[in-house]
């Protein structure tokens, strides 16, 4: 464990109840209870300021896969500090880290997405997708192509536009949306289709909604349509097997470019760089990532392109005229030589490879879980995990929204030293890829534990019967 420093919890928990704005913050709950202070780390593992250690079941928030406390990543971001930790990159000008680390991400990108543009996060790397597919279409003359295909349950950011992509409902609250930009079609996630389809005819029906929703907007009007490989926040969905590959054929038909949105699965997740390809077999136009670019060290994301729309978007507009887009921290140094490390290592590691290896024991672990009767479903792939809790397996009716039963099983985790995230009646995992088996088994026997826990806490209050 990296050096433990003294604390004074009380102080920091007042000083943040009173002053920091927290995302995703319950405003009903944190005036009483605050935050508890994360302050050290090694590996799978992190410490509250009062030392007490978790296994850290979440990585971060899906991004820490290289784990916690890296010796080597913490040179390689005070080397490049000492060398030349910021300049900015607008018009002729770059830096070292910036050139080699968008030539590193051009050589593991599918097909001929070659071309890339930094930023600071998922949000603002799908932001950048959006602007540069309409100048795209702005370009070829094709104006009236904007309107934007996201899904219900789809999760693509925070920042005004993303969230208006962002298609969980429960997120919206309160805020206004892009207004008929974006537009939703239901999410492939074959745990809830109707009873009696087989998995292929819901495949079918899936791909048919994307192909509708064009009709519906006029192909014309529709500039692209956004997924993510596995759903991430909406509830880890894994869509049926063809379902990419086969709207991405839609989008051919009829002009529309897909962006696939590999802020989660990237760089590793999934056992692979990046998932479009190597895990659903289709090359998209545009790749976004973030997160586990950088395993969470220093924030970093990247917007990659084909060439096609490279080859449009780079010929002058007209004299004089600049391509406008970019951030103060766009390519920042540190960022990038964060991005390059964290790449030398998961490839000399083999990091990939363990994940492929180690992925589906965890799996496995995990539906053992089944054996409750709230357990409805255990869904995911590899590194990137959910649990659907029900009050019935075979109806899948949910618990009443009082039982806030994925809150209470991630509390009766944390209790015991494992740290999952409850989203409303889900409880999702995805751990850095350094865990080891015995962490799993660890996760697993915690979760268990905790599941009973649970239910023994809903029995008594009356709000389940088992």
Known sequence: MATQFEYDTESLWQKDRDHYIHPW????????????????????YVSDSDGKRYIDGIGGLWCNNIGYANEEMAEAIADQIRQIHYYSVFGHL??????????????????????????????????TAIRIIHYY???????????????????????????????????HQG??????????????????????????????????????????????????????????????????????????EVCDRYEVL???????TGFGRLGQFFASE???????????????????????????????IYDVISVPQADGALFTHGFTYSGHSVSCAAGLKNIEIMERD??????????????????????YPIVGDVRGSHFMMCIENVANPETKELLPEQANIGKRIADHCQE?????????????????????????????????????????????????SG
């Open 350 to 371: 083999d990091i990939c490879g363990y994940v492929r290896e180690v992925g589906p024991y965890f799996e496995e672990q995990l539906n053992t879980l089944r054996e």
């Open 278 to 308: 190597a895990v659903f077999d289709f090359v998209p136009d545009i790749i976004t990532c973030a997160k586990g670019i950088s395993s969470g060290y220093v924030p970093l994301s990247a917007t990659i392109l084909s060439k096609e």
């Open 94 to 127: 770059t830096t070292p880290p910036a050139a080699e680390l968008a030539a590193k991400l051009a050589k593991l990108t599918p097909g001929q997405l070659d071309h890339v543009f930094f930023g600071t996060g998922g949000s603002m790397s799908n932001d």
């Open 25 to 44: 913050t319950d405003f009903s709950t944190f005036k009483e209870e605050g935050s508890m202070v994360m302050a050290n780390s090694e590996g799978a």
């Open 175 to 248: 805020f206004d949306l892009a207004p008929d930009l974006v537009h939703h079609i239901p999410a492939p996630n074959p745990y809830r289709r109707p009873q009696g389809m087989s998995v292929e005819e819901f495949c079918n029906e899936k791909v048919a909604d994307l192909e509708n929703k064009i009709l519906e907007l006029g192909p014309e009007n529709v500039a692209c349509f956004i997924a993510e490989p596995i759903m991430g926040a909406g509830g880890v969905i894994v869509p049926p097997p063809g379902y990419h590959r086969r709207t991405r």
């Open 416 to 464: 015991r030293g494992v740290i999952v995230r409850p989203i409303a009646h889900l409880n999702v995992m995805s751990p850095p890829l350094v865990l080891t088996i015995r962490q799993i088994d660890t996760m697993v026997e915690v979760l268990h534990e905790s599941i009973r826990a649970t239910m023994d806490d809903l029995n008594r209050e009356g709000l389940w």
């Open 137 to 171: 279409f702005n370009r070829l003359g094709k104006k009236n192509k904007k309107k934007i295909i996201s899904r219900i349950d789809g999760y693509h950011g925070s920042t005004y536009l993303a969230m208006s992509m962002t298609g969980v409902e429960f997120d």
């Open 258 to 264: 897909y962006i696939s949105d590999e802020v989660v």
